[in-house]
């Protein structure tokens, strides 16, 4: 089998809607049903990547191969490519200084490096923030941190310089730039799990949406979540042989979904909900966990 990682560094607003809901955001984000995180899940990413396959002109025998059949025909065969939910690695959130700081937590990083373990290989152990703390990379020079409306006293730490920049060569797509990618060597802050959670609540962009009439009066009324720019998302993706008896192996499926997805258009890729109104973009690198 196969293995790589899939990340998905969010170039616009991202709105990977969970569909209605009985509180007061009519069309939120989807979650994570046991912390809270914001998630992509497989299905939503799976139909984005099938889509941006078939629109690269790879040939539909080997997107058939590569993502299974075309709806109503899923009983012939299954796809060779497993996708796993894309989960956050990253979330930016406004400060005081720096316009906005990447924010994590040791439970994500340590999600990520059991992920990387998947695939033989390896990240350093994750320093762990007291409550009211914020871990920082070193040249920082911060000794406070505002996020949103949280305070902080923050203190550097080198393993964590160390882990954002493997993370930075390892996995976030060059179509980033190169601004953003050194600044996410320098602006980042490792708060406590709980801290994350709610910053991920408060985080968010909260949107009225109305629908017209042909006499420009108003329909509907709706409220919708959706995450900030800037945002970076993971996902495992896994590669066997094909099932449909054309004898691609792991490796070719592999390439043709790289070749179908990744590397075309320098690796953008339409995510979630409104298309129509620029939201959505994502650059994507696929990562076998190393520095190349």
């Given at each position: ?33 046991h912390n809270g995180l914001p998630v992509i899940t497989a299905?939503?990413?799976?139909g984005a990547l099938r889509q941006k396959a078939a629109e ?145 609540h408060v985080g968010t962009q909260i949107s009225a949406r ?83």
């Open positions: 089998m196969k293995k790589a990682l899939l990340t998905l560094y969010a170039t616009a607003y991202l709105h990977p809607g969970a569909g209605s809901t009985t509180g007061a955001i009519d069309l939120p984000v989807q979650r994570e049903v299905s939503s990413l799976k690269s002109g790879e040939p539909g025998e080997a997107i058939e191969a590569v993502f299974g059949p075309d709806t109503g025909r899923q009983d012939k065969h299954a796809g060779a490519l497993l996708v796993g939910e894309a989960k956050l690695l990253a979330m930016p959130i406004r400060s005081l200084r720096n316009v906005f700081q990447w924010t994590s937590s040791p439970l994500i990083l340590d999600r990520l490096r059991r992920d990387l373990a998947r695939m033989g290989a390896d990240l350093a152990g994750t320093p762990t923030p007291e409550e009211g703390h914020a871990v920082v990379p070193p040249g920082s020079a911060a000794r406070r941190l505002i996020l949103e409306e949280l305070d902080f006293e923050a203190r550097e730490s080198e393993d964590l310089g160390g882990i954002l920049r493997e993370i930075t060569a390892r996995l976030l797509p060059s179509g980033a730039g190169e601004y953003l990618l050194d600044k996410f060597t320098r602006d980042f802050a490792l708060v406590g799990d709980d801290e994350f959670r709610h910053l991920c109305v629908q017209l009439d042909e006499n420009k009066t108003s329909k509907n009324l709706w409220y919708e979540e959706s995450l900030p720019p800037e945002t970076i998302f993971y996902a495992v993706v896994l590669a066997q042989s094909s099932r449909n008896g054309k004898g691609m192996n792991e490796d070719e499926v592999m390439r043709s979904f790289e070749s179908g997805v990744v590397h075309t258009d320098g690796g953008l890729l339409q995510v979630g909900g409104n298309e129509t109104v620029g939201q959505g973009w994502c650059y994507a690198r696929l990562s076998d966990g190393g520095a190349q």
